[in-house]
């Protein structure tokens, strides 16, 4: 057996036919754990024990994924600048940064409804500003 050292997942494939004709399609994944000895991927099974992951009979595929977050630290200080719709500039205080296995971080921030997500990823995105920096 070989360690998946690199973060990989396989996708299955769930058909949903409703009653008005439509079919629709989405996926669920699991993480690759590791690699048998004929290089086959090995996912958890339902047992908790590591199985193929093309055991399953609606298998798909296997791809590369974001490397799983192991850490988050303070936002200590951090600031994300936005600009709104009629062009005035506002900072929002960047929460934590959430580092992943493979060394990246990303600056996440909590919205007012409660909701977290990278802070470069909102489309008014202007900039990050470091702490003491206006």
């Known amino acids: 057996m070989i360690p998946a050292t690199q973060p990989h997942e396989a996708r299955y494939k769930h058909t949903t036919e409703h009653p008005n004709g439509t079919t629709t399609t989405h996926y669920t994944t699991k993480r690759v754990i590791a690699w048998d000895d004929d290089g086959h991927p090995l996912v958890v099974g339902r047992a908790g024990t590591l199985d193929r992951a093309t055991s399953w009979s609606n298998y798909h595929d296997i791809g590369a994924c974001p490397a799983p977050v192991v850490a988050v630290i303070p936002g200590a200080g951090w600031q994300g600048e936005y600009k709104s719709d009629d062009d005035a500039v506002f900072t929002w205080p960047i929460t934590v940064w959430a580092i992943s296995a493979d060394g ?21 995105f202007v900039r990050l500003i470091p ?4």
């Open 104 to 124: 990246s971080c990303k600056p996440l921030a909590v919205d007012a409804l409660g909701d977290t997500d990278d802070a470069r990823d909102s489309e008014n």
């Open 131 to 134: 702490p003491g920096e206006s």
